[in-house]
């Protein structure tokens, strides 16, 4: 037996495509599809203008809630007869919550669509809602959020967050609740929400080969029963910036190491900036490769890793620089990213660092978009953010053609060193004087 020892080449690179989309109008909901030729698996996805930032003030964590309450059973079926239906067809129900929508999806095979939808459909419209149930599921959500806010990290982020966007705004607090906030909801809390949200028609997500799917089928069933006209979905959210840094110290006592979390608000989704400062964000934190990850990892030793970038919804973003480093350090690894952060806002980025994040990002996008469940979370991204239709098939291009001067403008624009929030979640009896001695910027405690 012999071993070839010549590596193969590789292979000429195929043109990006991304299917044409498809837009109707059914039984007073919306279709947005996407056609793949000769793909037997299909996905579905209802689409419904619920997310987290629907949820009243104090009550964060409801849509969570009435997410795992769905797999409880509907009016016309308990739970078991519920997932064994689900199951002969040989899918799931799967959930998905975020600032902007409340998402319900199915894949199945091609012929098995318009059944999947219908139970989709039934989940979502008429879920069966039992006190008990919904308790149970509030409760075991709880302990959940227990159990992780026990670990560094979810009360530096709350803690930013409340910062960045003021603890009275909805926006200002955990997207999923926080353990007090899911464990006061009540059962009424949970129905309200849902007649309030869950009965409007939204928009059925399909991804599949159109030639053998019936749209109007699928709209009908998905829509059926509902009712309620369209609601304010709000323009951006004007979130100003600081006139100085802070520094927020989130005491954790006998930590071994301390979570940093460096932030500030950053514009929408839809922002004309988005491509180029997604290219920023990449260069300056948001790879593997990045300026943040080889300065306080590969050349200090800090952290095992630390990632910056631009978070966006459709009213709000931000920017923000994540690690977790050694307690010694804690003090110079601020001083560090800070530095960084500064460079790449007054100076820019360089050729060959962007040829890098060109080539990654555009790379990436063709890897991602390739099965029915990634093209429709696309089309999701063209309705929650009012894109046009052709955005993902210019997408790649625009990644590839932005230049040095526009990704050094957009740095220059929407990178706010002197605005940062830096939260330092760690061991207060250690770290304060250092950070005090530091002067990156004065030091506060939490209100949180």
Known sequence: MTLIAARPGPGTARPYRFPAVVRRTVAGGQVVAAHLPGQNLAVALLLLDAGAGREPVGKEGVGGVLAKALEEGTAQRDATTYALAVEGLGTELVTGLDWDSFQ?????????????????????????????????????????????????????????????????????????????????????????FHSEWFIRPGTLVVAGDLDRIDLDALGAAAFAGTGG???????????????????????????VQSTLRLGHPAPHRAHPDHVPMTLAGTVLGGAFTSRLNHLIREVRGY??????????????????????????????????????????QVGGVTEDELAVARSWRAGQLSVELQSPRSIASALTTLVVHDLPDDYHARLRADLLAADVDQVSAAAAAHLHPEALTLVVEGDAAVIRDELTAAGLAPLTDPTL
Do not use: H, K
């Not at 960045?164 to 006061?184: C, K, Q």
């Not at 006209?229 to 930590?255: C, F, H, K, M, Y």
């Not at 931000?318 to 001083?335: E, H, I, K, N, Y």
């Open 104 to 192: 319900v999806s199915v894949q199945v095979p091609v012929d098995r669509l318009t059944a999947a939808v219908e139970l989709l459909a039934e989940a979502v419209r008429t879920p069966r809602l039992d006190p008990a149930d919904v308790r149970r599921v509030r409760d075991d959500e709880a302990t959940a959020l227990r159990m992780d806010w026990a670990n560094p990290g979810p009360r530096a982020d709350a803690v930013l967050r409340a910062d960045l966007f003021g603890v009275e705004n909805r926006w200002g607090r955990p997207m999923y609740g926080d353990p007090d906030s899911v464990a006061g909801l009540d059962v009424d809390d949970v129905t309200v």
């Open 303 to 344: 952290t095992y890793g630390i990632r910056g970038e631009f978070g966006t919804s459709r009213r709000f973003g931000r920017f923000m620089v994540s690690s977790g480093v050694q307690t010694a350090v804690t003090a110079p690894a601020l001083v560090e990213a800070v530095g960084e952060i500064t460079r790449t």
């Open 229 to 255: 006209g369209p609601v304010e979905r709000g323009g951006p959210i004007e979130v100003p910036l600081r006139a100085a840094r802070r520094i927020i110290l989130v005491d954790r006592p006998g930590s």
